[in-house]
């Protein structure tokens, strides 16, 4: 048990400086009832949501380790309360990593929009898709649906959101639908996608097919960036938008290609097309921006920022696939998703500090003046 709690004190120097006065500040404690301190209430709900347990499960072995004495009601009130407290934290720890949460274009409001597939632990265990939405930089969970994994109404998809207008959608290519695309422009919002040219057929101003590999041969070295005037076809509607495309660096081009052997020789084919092997070379974004409100320079930035936050929850997705979801309010689940992003955050800067780390194992807290040697 006294592993357990130096392991605890080591994670806790890595917490943001102020994490007990954002506890009091966003209301996540009226009453410490069960608790003896803030310590205990977070170390309790990161047990919940970090080691997969459910809320009874996780009451129990509080009260086993000494950390608390609560119901498993009294510990999900104690997570509907804790929101923002999280939140905030996650966003705290994101610029610890050096994520600048700021998109490049200012005045407009951005919406990071995505999915995860998370399996309950156990033979019986379901499966279930997270459906939410981000607001940027804030990391305010505006959005948060649950459905099942296979059957009507459960796919990505764009439709399934309500946007305002003026707002920047940012999405990946699992959202590079024609309906999606049509949803957001009927709302009056702009969209910025990673293109599946598979999926979603662009035309020129004469009505012809956009030759996308033709065009993208212009790019012939790292870094060269372009774009083109398009369109969406929607039944008789036409959507304008514009192509931008970076061509990859050659490493980024490698490993791209062999995935797409590797998906190839699963589906027994021998290799990929010569037009879905071109288009690896290049990251393709559709955006319906016009050219006065974000150049391609920062149409691509503002994809980045999602790609980079994408990278983070590719962490929260393997460690998501521990836990149990709470299916009881979107509140209760906005928090344990927040819980999940925290303790991913938390493994991401472990590992930065890793390479660096200190002979005795952990970060020695900064004092306001020097301590003698003897």
């Known amino acids: 048990m006294s592993a357990l709690r130096e392991d605890w004190d080591v994670l806790r120097d890595l917490f943001p400086p102020d994490w007990e006065e954002l506890g009091r500040s966003t209301g996540a404690v009226r009453r410490l009832r069960g608790f003896e301190s803030l310590n ?15 809320l009874r499960e996780t009451a129990v072995q509080a009260k086993l380790a000494g950390i608390a004495d609560v119901s498993d009601v009294t510990l999900l009130n104690r997570l509907r309360q804790a929101e923002d407290w999280l939140r905030q934290l996650c966003q705290q720890l994101w610029k610890d990593n050096g994520v600048d949460l700021q998109p ?31 607001r940027l930089p804030s990391l305010e969970c505006d959005h948060f649906d649950l459905t099942a994994v296979e059957g009507a109404d459960t796919g990505e998809k764009l439709g399934r959101f309500q946007f305002h207008a003026g707002e920047v959608v940012l999405a990946d290519a ?40 033709k065009a993208v041969q212009t790019l012939r070295k ?16 036409r959507i304008a938008g514009r192509l931008c495309g970076i061509r990859k660096s050659e490493e980024a081009i490698r490993r791209a290609q062999r995935r797409l052997t590797r998906k190839a020789q699963k589906k027994g084919q021998d290799k990929p097309s010569d037009a879905r092997k071109a288009l690896a070379c290049y990251v393709l974004v559709f955006t319906t921006l016009s050219g006065k409100h974000a150049t391609t320079q920062q149409v691509l930035n503002c994809y980045r920022l999602r790609w980079q936050i994408e990278l983070t929850f590719k962490r929260l997705k393997s ?14 689940s906005r928090a344990w998703l927040y819980g999940k992003l925290f303790v991913a955050l938390l ?15 952990y970060l020695l807290p900064e004092t306001a003046g020097k301590e003698p040697l003897a």
């Open 40 to 54: 205990d209430l977070l170390r309790t709900l990161l047990l919940h949501v970090g080691c997969g347990w459910s």
């Open 104 to 134: 490049a274009l200012q005045g407009h409001l951005f919406r990071l929009v995505d999915a995860t597939t998370v399996k309950e632990p156990g033979k019986t265990g379901g499966q279930w898709r997270i459906h939410y939405s981000m």
């Open 347 to 361: 493994t991401q800067k472990l590992m930065r500090i890793g390479s660096t780390i200190s002979p005795w194992g």
């Open 222 to 237: 790292a870094g060269d960036v372009a774009e083109w005037a398009v369109w969406v076809k929607a039944g008789q509607r």
């Open 319 to 332: 460690i998501a696939q521990l836990g149990h979801v709470p299916k009881r309010d979107d509140q209760s």
């Open 174 to 213: 699992g959202y590079s639908h024609v309906a999606g695309i049509t949803a957001v422009v009927d709302q009056r919002a702009d969209v910025c996608v990673r293109l599946n040219p598979h999926v979603l057929p662009l035309w020129t101003r004469q009505d012809s097919r956009f030759d996308i590999v």
